[in-house]
């Protein structure tokens, strides 16, 4: 793997888990602060907290909801990766068998390397072949029908 993808990828992992921490500390603050309303108004002990101290349980739920999601989704994420990574190496495996090859490390990188620039020209025959979209025609008042004449 090149540094480019791997960058890329690490990029994307970083965006990922960064998006699902911030809806996890939303989520899980509004909860907190939620539990920490009702726990002021029906419980005697916990309206004599401090402000900073009620504050501080609300931000230990919040960290603990970023915590979460922010690893829940990292690790769907590599899951994803592998899965994709495993069946490409498998239809690798599958194909230099065919040809006689022995998969190795070395044969299945190369592999991969033809089969992304198969792809990108294939990509690229399709944009190529493709009619550009029509142009619309702002549309005319439908005719009137025989009833309403």
Known sequence: MDRARRKQEVEKAYEVQAKAAVRGAA????????????????????????????????????????????????????????VRENTIRREARLDLARRGLVATETEIAKWKAEHLVRAQAEAEARTRTEPSAPVEQPASAPPASASEQ
């Open 27 to 82: 989520q899980y603050g509004a909860v907190g602060l939620g539990l920490a309303a009702i726990a002021h108004h029906s419980w005697p002990a916990f309206r004599r907290q401090t402000l900073p101290f009620k504050a501080f349980l609300v931000t230990i739920v919040s960290v603990f909801g970023l915590c979460i999601h922010a690893e829940n989704a990292l690790q769907s994420h590599e899951h994803e990766q592998r």
